[in-house]
């Protein structure tokens, strides 16, 4: 992570994503009175467009919070720049048009159907045309969702639900995705299809509402240190609210930082599983 | 849908105390419509009948059965709670209370004359909402809706003790009282119509082009704000404009229960759930069955009349059940 060349004033800058400054986050209506009970303590990020980047760190460390934070959606403490400007004064529409967040949870209550889910996602654009069917089917495809594009989500599986989340994040066409654990219910083949979905899909550029093309930024909280390592360029650590390393992956996952996060001796071959995902999707296509 | 309609309201119209025949209402309604009445071989009787007692009233049930389950729908789905409606917010009870301190007291103010009941109905239930919302946007400021819920209720149990505290010291008014809560649509004029139409008419136009909001906000707050829709704006402007919808009904007709909950349920489960289309057909669904209870609560035991509440509750729930076993078997 390279520190911030621009002294903090405002204006755009679509060659950096985010730029984190003193980020402080809490959940309730009272700031706690001793930074140690908040979820984020001081966190400091600058995140290029074009990077993906890997949130890893044990229960509990402010992962998902980080990404909520992120996305504009929790109050927080500090300064978030999106693409040089402050989060904080952009419109929902901006951000949504900006970043896509696909959340570990899925609230599902009422019987829409796979595809109104996901042309939901195109409401920040506020287009309802031709285009707009266009990317709503293709996410539906790579998501691998063609044939349950009708069926209504109250019946579908865990795994295919967090599939139509994706897609609907997908659907939202923002050149930034913030994911959070975006494999964890999915079985070993659409894991398998979905790290090369990221793959391919970091390294596209997309178009803004404004006509500014960007390169690609992937932002995800996984578990499996594997998958993060195939999906990102770089990690960030996170333990109890704080940044406890951040860079290049194999500096990261030094076997004695892991013992001192985790507290056991992770093995070498738990973190790079001679890359795993790539060769799979290797040996497929 | 429309020749449903049509037959709904000329069975309305038609059956009563006295039967008028649908040929009947039609050269009534065509002559008053047109101005060139031609009543010829009419009892002139059957002409007031029909247009000045029957015709508004079918029509205040009508809209008011549509308000209500419009305002159902919005809530269900901004709440995220099947059971959610107005009433869950304490409009009703508001607007009762508001209801007793005007029968209770006797009072009467020249300026309102007859509508002093109905605007402190109005505002009474208003006022409750209002509490509601500001305390619960103190405790969240996204007004989650278990929060929005939960206040609503402690609220309207604690007007409806101050009801009941009021109840008991109302003496010899407290049958008017209890029949006010019970909600009637006899004694509906035009002008009562005039007043709900704008009101229910603006509502739908506003509510069905903010649908793909309020289909948004069904997925919860985080979901939607993360798709750009603004959450709090949202949500409050959903929840004051089905307030206003329920208040008006509410304060001409008094309480009228499970429209708001069947009808906007029974739409969903046959024509699917986005909003663009749940809003209007509920709309139409509730008025129709409304307008159907109304007639089946004047005419089965005519003169008497069964209050319209307990017609809703009794016809309702059998077809609300029959729609469920049937879905359960087809889907």
Same mark, same amino acid.
């Given at each position: 992570m390279g520190k911030s060349t621009?002294?903090?004033?405002?204006? =755009?800058?679509?060659? =950096?994503?985010?730029? #984190?400054?003193?980020?402080?986050a809490f959940y309730g209506k009272k700031r706690p009175k001793d930074s140690k009970n908040m979820v984020l303590r001081d966190v400091n990020l600058v995140i290029p467009s074009g990077s993906a980047l890997g949130i890893i760190g044990p229960n509990g460390a402010g992962k998902s919070t980080l990404l909520r934070a992120l996305a504009g959606i929790i109050p927080s403490e500090g300064e978030i720049y999106l693409f040089g400007e402050p989060l904080a004064e952009k419109k929902r529409r901006e951000i949504a048009c900006c970043c896509a967040l696909m959340s570990q949870f899925f609230p599902v209550g009422f019987a829409y159907s796979v595809r109104k889910t996901v042309e939901m996602a195109r409401y920040a654009r506020g287009q309802r045309g031709m285009r707009d069917r266009i990317v709503v089917q293709r996410s539906l495809e790579e998501a691998g969702l063609q044939e349950l594009a009708d069926r209504p989500i109250t019946e579908l599986s865990g795994g295919q639900l967090q599939r139509v989340f994706f897609a609907r994040a997908l659907a939202q066409e923002t050149p930034i995705l913030l994911l959070d654990e975006p494999a964890s219910s999915l079985d070993l083949q659409y894991q398998a299809e979905l790290a090369e979905l990221l793959i391919r899909w970091k390294k596209r550029q997309t178009t803004l509402p404004d006509g500014r093309?960007?390169?690609?930024t992937l932002i995800s909280v996984c578990h499996d240190l594997s998958l993060a390592l195939d999906l990102s360029d770089d990690l960030v650590l996170l333990k109890d609210g704080r940044v406890l390393a951040a860079g290049p992956g194999d500096q990261v996952l030094s076997r004695s930082l892991l013992q001192s996060v985790y507290g056991m001796d992770v093995p070498a071959y738990m973190l790079r599983r001679e890359d795993f995902w790539k060769t799979l999707i290797a040996r497929e296509t | 849908m429309a020749v449903f309609l049509v037959c709904v309201f000329s069975l309305c119209v038609g059956v009563g105390s006295v039967a008028i025949t649908p040929v009947e209402s039609l050269r009534i309604i065509w002559g008053k419509l047109t101005g060139r009445g031609n009543y010829s071989g009419l009892n002139p009787s059957l002409v007031s009948i029909l247009w000045d007692i029957r015709m508004p009233r079918v029509a205040m049930a009508f809209l008011s059965g549509g308000a209500l389950s419009l305002s159902g729908a919005v809530m269900q789905t901004i709440l995220q709670n099947p059971l959610a409606s107005s009433y869950t917010l304490g409009v009703s009870s508001g607007a009762s209370l508001g209801a007793a301190i005007v029968i209770a007291s006797g009072i009467s103010l020249p300026v309102l004359g007859t509508f002093l009941l109905p605007v402190t109905a109005f505002f009474m239930g208003f006022l409750v909402i209002a509490v509601v919302l500001v305390i619960s946007s103190r405790i969240s400021s996204s007004l989650q809706s278990h929060t929005v819920i939960l206040m609503g209720m402690s609220v309207s149990l604690f007007v409806n003790a101050l009801l009941t505290l009021l109840s008991s010291f109302a003496g010899n008014r407290l049958q008017q009282l209890i029949l006010w809560q019970m909600g009637s649509f006899s004694g509906m004029r035009w002008y009562h119509v005039k007043i709900l139409t704008p009101i229910c008419l603006s509502g739908l136009l506003l509510l069905v082009l903010h649908s793909r909001e309020l289909d948004i906000l069904s997925f919860g707050d985080e979901n939607a704000l993360s798709l750009g829709v603004s959450?709090?704006?949202?949500?409050?402007?959903?929840?004051?404009?089905? =307030?206003?919808?329920?208040?008006? #009904?509410v304060c001409f007709t008094g309480t009228?229960?499970? #429209?708001?909950?069947?009808?906007?349920?029974?739409v969903r489960r046959v024509f699917g759930t986005e909003n663009q289309k749940v809003l209007p057909l509920s709309f139409l669904f509730g008025g129709a069955f409304l307008a159907l209870c109304d007639m089946l609560s004047r005419s089965l035991l005519a003169p008497r009349e069964i209050p319209v509440g307990a017609v809703t509750a009794l016809a309702g729930t059998p077809f609300f059940i029959w729609l469920y076993v049937q879905g359960g078997k087809n889907g």
């Open positions: 621009r002294a903090g004033l405002a204006g =755009t800058d679509m060659n =950096t994503a985010f730029e #984190v400054r003193n980020l402080y093309t960007v390169p690609n | 959450v709090k704006k949202g949500k409050f402007f959903a929840l004051v404009l089905s =307030t206003l919808l329920t208040g008006a #009904v009228i229960g499970f #429209v708001d909950l069947v009808a906007p349920h029974a």
